[in-house]
Structure formats: structure tokens, C-alpha cells
């Protein structure tokens, strides 16, 4: 289900470094799902998405996997740069109708 | 190609006031998606539209909010009487629901205020 009402776990990386942002979805029938970055005051941005009968899909500097059997997804950012600084969530459509989205990560970079 | 507008950005209200928020989706966006985000939570789905319809409104607080997306114009998400617990930032998404990509683009959201 949705995750809301929690307070946002937070990920902290050195600049130059690998990210790696994790996700748990809820729904075994979701068959697509997509990664949005958010800055602060703005809407969420579209990064990066993956259907069901994929593993993985690699976009520029960021890769998700795909992990039907635990039902998680993951999101890399390769060579993390301060402009990445935001909070990253997880999104899966349900039923061909709703965007249901996960908890979020606040990722924050260390100079 | 403009994006997903929504306006106002800003919008304070007073108690028991009423509040409009709009979206009009991106050119050639049919399906309309609101939703609500609280200070350092996630965004929390609400109504899903698609022109002239609601598809799915399990979201939806069952009193005082309402949401349209009529044949000509933006969405409108109405919010009656309001509460200080309304105070919150309310985004819109549109997509195609086309072709292999479904992906929903958002609006820059609009923050209610309740005074």
C-alpha cells in the first residue's frame, strides 16, 4: 500500500560516489513502475522507468533493477553530483489505473 | 510543448473557505491524476480523471473534496470548508496512456495554506 505518514529515510553519499536507492512495492499485479526525482518546491520529475518483463534498464547515469520475486526495485546513480541532492520515489501502477507511490529517500551529497 | 500547469502556486485560505486548485494537463493528455503531499511524507494519491469521467476515486476524503475534468478546460480539485489539516502541497499528473509509455508527467503542485 501507500506509505505515508512516515518521515523520509535519508541516504548520504560523497560526491563522485555511487547511489543506490531502494524501493518495496506492494502490489505483485504492478506491471510498471517508474523512478521520480523531486527538488525542493518543485513536482516530481520523471528519471526513469521499467515494465515487468524487464530486469533492468539503464538510462544516462542511472540504472534500475527490477526484482519481481521480492517484489523491490532499485535505483543507481552513477558518479553522484550535488545537482542529485532531492528526494527520490519509487512509483507502481496498480491495475492499469493508479500511481501509487512508495516512501521516498532524501539523498543528499557530502563534498 | 508546455507542461503540466497548475495554478495557483500559492493559495491561502481562511477557515470554512472554499479552495480551487486547477491542472491543465500537456497538450494531447487525457488522464488527469491528483494528488497530496504533507511536509516530508510521500505523495498520497487522491482521484484519477480521464475527460468527463472519474476513474478512480478511492483516494478522495468522502466529504467537503471533489474533482472534475470537464470536455473543455483544466481539471478542478475543489475543496469545501476548508480545515487547517488541508494545508498541504496538491499536484497534478497527466499522461497518454498510449503506445508503450504510460509515464505521468507532474505540474510545479500548488500549496494550500489554511489560516
Known amino acids: 500500500g501507500e506509505n505515508v505518514g512516515l518521515h523520509l529515510p535519508t541516504l548520504s553519499v560523497q560526491e563522485g560516489d555511487n547511489s543506490i536507492i531502494n524501493c518495496a512495492y506492494s502490489n505483485s499485479a504492478s506491471d510498471y513502475f517508474i523512478w521520480y526525482k523531486q527538488e525542493s518546491g518543485k513536482g516530481p520529475q520523471f528519471i526513469i522507468d521499467?515494465?515487468?518483463?524487464?530486469d533492468k534498464r539503464q538510462g544516462q547515469r542511472v540504472t534500475v533493477l527490477l526484482n519481481k520475486t521480492v517484489k523491490h526495485l532499485s535505483l543507481q546513480i552513477a558518479a553522484t553530483q550535488p545537482g542529485d541532492s532531492a528526494v527520490y520515489f519509487c512509483?507502481?501502477?496498480?491495475?492499469?489505473?493508479?500511481?501509487?507511490f512508495g516512501q521516498g529517500t532524501r539523498l543528499t551529497i557530502n563534498p | 510543448n508546455a507542461g503540466v500547469m497548475q495554478n495557483p502556486r500559492h493559495l491561502v485560505r481562511r477557515r470554512g473557505q472554499e479552495a480551487r486548485l486547477r491542472c491543465s494537463p500537456m497538450?494531447?493528455?487525457?488522464?488527469v491524476y491528483w494528488y497530496r503531499q504533507l511536509p516530508e511524507e510521500g505523495l498520497k494519491f487522491m482521484v484519477y480523471l480521464q475527460k468527463e469521467n472519474i476513474i478512480d476515486e478511492s483516494g478522495m476524503p468522502k466529504e467537503r473534496f471533489s474533482a472534475e475534468f470537464p470536455k473543455e478546460g483544466p481539471s478542478i480539485l475543489r475543496i469545501q470548508q476548508v480545515v487547517r489539516g488541508d494545508s498541504a502541497a496538491y499536484f497534478c499528473?497527466?499522461?497518454?496512456?498510449?503506445?508503450?509509455?504510460?509515464?505521468?508527467?507532474f505540474g510545479q503542485g500548488t500549496r494550500l495554506t489554511v489560516v
Open positions: 499528473a497527466s499522461s497518454t496512456r498510449q503506445g508503450r509509455s504510460t509515464e505521468a508527467f
Open positions: 521499467i515494465r515487468s518483463n524487464m
Open positions: 497538450k494531447g493528455h487525457s488522464h
Open positions: 512509483a507502481e501502477f496498480q491495475g492499469a489505473q493508479k500511481l501509487v
